[in-house]
């Protein structure tokens, strides 16, 4: 197109068509420049911060975990101590089990021999209401006493009748129960005489060393 049809062309409105953009030159080593004309991997211009840790600080942890030592092994005393150890308190457990258990046993037979304590001497008594004699005897580290008459005094020294405690409760008895009530329950008995035993063996037996009512014990 020549300058004068141009200048025609732009006399009637036409635009001139814009000038191709200049595409930045390459660089020598293949990558080119960012925008602001500074090498890549560099932003801002300025150097890559080293982080560099000032005096006495501690330096951050790189990830890896520290390598310990090796672990001492055991020696063969030690092994033995341990299972020294072991054996004595499963010993101790078996024990306190055992005895927990001969414990509950003896609490069931207990039980079931004073039911059978009861049962063998339901209505076989023989105390009397207006009975006035106190009987002295030992029983349970204490000083217990039975009301008899005259006549049940003398059985009783003499080992015709006995003393069976039941629920609080001494009853007189003759010996033959008391011997049925001895193999069934023992406790039970409080007093059983044996009339060829010393009277320093039993010093209430004699009236005349009968302690007051009046006295406590």
């Known amino acids: 197109m020549s300058d004068t049809l141009r200048d025609q062309l732009l006399g009637l ?52 975990p520290q390598r310990q030592g090796p672990h001492k092994p055991r020696s063969q005393e030690d092994i033995d101590l341990a299972k020294a150890y072991a054996i004595r308190a499963q010993r101790e457990k078996d024990e306190r089990i055992e005895a927990e258990r001969l414990k509950q046993e003896e609490a069931r037979l207990r039980r079931e021999a004073r039911a059978k304590l009861d049962e063998l001497i339901k209505d076989k008594g023989l105390n009397v209401p207006d009975a006035d004699i106190a009987r002295h005897f030992p029983y349970g580290g204490k000083i217990k006493r039975i009301y008899v008459t005259a006549e049940q005094l003398k059985a009783l020294n003499a080992g015709e009748l006995g003393v069976l405690q ?40 004699d009236p005349k060393f009968q302690v007051p009512d009046d006295l406590v014990w």
């Open 13 to 64: 409105g036409f635009k001139a068509a814009p000038k191709p953009e200049r595409k930045p030159e390459a660089r020598r080593d293949g990558r080119a420049p960012n925008r602001q004309g500074q090498p890549p991997g560099k932003p801002g211009g300025g150097k890559p911060q080293a982080h560099a840790s000032k005096p006495g600080q501690a330096r951050p942890a790189q990830g890896k």
């Open 166 to 205: 039941q629920n609080g409760r001494y009853l007189l008895v003759t010996a033959a129960l008391l011997a049925e009530a001895e193999a069934v329950f023992a406790p039970s008995v409080a007093l059983k005489v044996d009339p060829n035993a010393p009277i320093e063996d039993d010093p209430y037996a």
